[in-house]
């Protein structure tokens, strides 16, 4: 590598490389098994794919100062869920009643992303440096926020990888 490193694209690797792991953790599942819980206080692999992109994409337009397309491109609405929910919080009731239907989740999952990294490629050292107000009402650098969603992308694809493990085995790894 020459020169200086592109902040920007260093996140958009994190991101990209736990979408890849959601992707091929998720590939070939049966709805059941999407919607598997193994306790009811676990999360299921289809509410940790909503939270996760639904988080991505909050922080993001905040970043980025846009609009949500959970809420612009009617992805809330077709979830038949709240604009402002993003699972954050989510009671374990909330949790089991989670049901989306699966080309919904996985279009939104993919919208997301998307989205997610086209605002961050065009952030800004400046849009970076802004302090923010973070969900637990701490103010700070808008990289920070950025390095929390990459640590919790990375840690739910893990969470997704291990119950996919547990339903089927390691057949999912190639």
Request: hydrophobic share 40%; aromatic share 10%.
């Amino acid at each position: 590598m020459t020169g200086d490193m592109d902040l920007n694209q260093f996140i958009i690797a994190l991101l990209e490389a736990a979408y890849r792991s959601i992707k091929q953790a998720t590939d070939g599942l049966t709805d059941e098994q999407l919607y598997y819980q193994p306790t009811a206080e676990s999360n299921s692999i289809a509410w940790l794919v909503w939270h996760l992109s639904r988080w991505r994409d909050f922080i993001s337009a905040t970043l980025s100062d846009e609009p949500q397309i959970w809420v612009s491109a009617g992805w809330a609405q077709r979830c038949g869920m709240p604009g402002e929910r993003t699972g954050m919080g989510d009671a374990p009731a909330q949790v089991t009643a989670f049901r989306v239907e699966r080309a919904v989740l996985f279009g939104y999952v993919d919208a997301a992303h998307q989205r997610t990294v086209e605002r961050v490629a065009t952030l800004t050292l400046t849009q970076l440096g802004q302090p923010i107000v973070s969900h637990t009402g701490e103010r700070r650098p808008a990289w920070r926020a950025l390095a929390g969603v990459c640590g919790d992308s990375a840690q739910h694809a893990g969470q997704i990888a291990y119950l996919r493990g547990m339903l089927s085995g390691y057949g999912w790894r190639r």
